[in-house]
């Protein structure tokens, strides 16, 4: 049973343009959220987070919204650079818990 | 300056064989993680601990086991019991409920 679901396998854009990365969550019980970024044959890095309190999150060029009534979160990256290509995780949390879920990951590409 | 070490970076082993992966962090976090990665998916939670002395199963526990006597070092064994031990294995440490920070990763290969 997937909590967290990323279902955009791959996504491509030009330089400059705006990417916008998918997750779903099936959990009611999350109450934070998070992505990563990972280089091939390289450990995740975390990238940005959100609360469950809040419904945007914003850190440079890259911004989270999370609308809790849908169950999804997005990730913005405004302008998109050839180094933003990577695979990006998106994964969830309670605090109640211990355990972070993570989504299967989209591999994105940004065209120079 | 801190974060986490994974040894060595590529492994060999043969089947039928145990084989134990290294992870240390610096960073003075209680919680520590165990993941492995196989293509196209996503990472699947193999161990976590807490605390030291303290570790609980993750979601595919099954073939592996670990230790926590440090709160610096949580090595993974990958037993013979592991049918498809084949993948790359990522250790995690956090603080509570707070991002994970990674090692860069092993990548084992049984022959």
């Known amino acids: 049973d997937q909590q967290v679901k990323q279902n955009s396998p791959s996504l491509s854009v030009q330089e400059g343009r705006i990417s916008i990365l998918n997750c779903d969550y099936t959990n009611s019980m999350f109450d934070y959220f998070l992505w990563y970024k990972k280089y091939p044959a390289e450990g995740p890095t975390f990238l940005i987070s959100i609360s469950s309190i809040k419904d945007k999150n914003e850190d440079g060029r890259f911004t989270v919204f999370l609308n809790k009534s849908a169950k999804h979160l997005s990730l913005h990256i405004v302008p998109s650079q050839p180094g933003d290509s990577a695979v990006y995780f998106c994964a969830a949390g309670s605090t109640g818990g211990f355990k972070t879920i993570f989504g299967a990951g989209t591999r994105l590409f940004v065209k120079a | 300056d801190g974060g986490i070490t994974q040894s060595p970076k590529y492994l060999f082993r043969k089947e039928g064989q145990n084989v134990t992966l290294s992870c240390e962090q610096n960073?003075?976090?209680?919680?520590m993680y165990w993941y492995r990665q196989d293509p196209g998916q996503g990472l699947r939670l193999i161990y976590y601990s807490q605390i030291v002395n303290d570790f609980q199963k993750g979601d595919i526990a099954e073939g592996y086991s670990v230790s926590r006597e440090k709160k610096e070092s949580f090595p993974l064994t990958v037993t013979s019991a592991q049918k498809n031990p084949t993948a790359f294995y990522l250790c995690a440490s956090s603080l509570p409920h707070r991002e994970q920070f990674f090692g860069p990763g092993t990548r084992l290969t049984v022959l």
């Open positions: 960073l003075n976090h209680d919680a």
